[in-house]
């Protein structure tokens, strides 16, 4: 019959073993969590290139559509002012863009165009044949 060391010797290896066991689970993991740390740091920075990257685009684009002598207008895809360039607004006579930020193009320029022509300008819009509205059908 095996003695009480005996029983106490064995399992003492058996808990020395799963100690073994828990202390590669344990390092293993610090690994895992410092790997997710280092991808996390180069998400945060790739984005705050992006950010800052887009944020230069973005200015880019203002300036040149701020001082563009052209009449650039984006409407979204349900045909609501987006961005008009300045001079559309000083040629219209419109204050500022939030007086017709989100309004229907046909709202607008509804004052200005003959009823014809808008609707030739959806029937372009709706076909996405844009160069119908310049040379003509």
């Known amino acids: 019959m095996p ?10 290896t058996v808990l020395r073993k799963e100690a073994k066991k828990l202390n590669r689970q344990i390092e293993s993991l610090q690994r895992i969590i410092e790997r997710n740390r ?17 944020a230069r ?3 880019y684009m203002n300036l040149v559509l701020e001082n ?14 987006v961005y008009c360039a300045d001079i559309f607004l000083k040629r219209t006579g419109i204050k500022n863009l939030a007086f017709i930020s989100g309004r229907h193009y046909r709202e607008v320029f509804g004052r200005f165009i003959a009823p014809q022509l808008l609707d030739e300008i959806t029937a372009a819009f709706h076909k ?6 310049f040379y003509g059908h």
């Open 3 to 12: 003695d009480a060391r005996e029983d106490g010797d064995a399992e003492l």
């Open 38 to 54: 280092s991808i996390i740091a180069a998400k945060a920075k790739m984005n705050a290139v992006l950010s800052t990257e887009r």
């Open 57 to 59: 685009q973005d200015s």
């Open 68 to 81: 563009s002598p052209d009449i650039i207008l984006l409407f979204d895809q349900n045909g609501r002012f």
């Open 128 to 133: 996405g044949d844009y160069r119908a509205l």
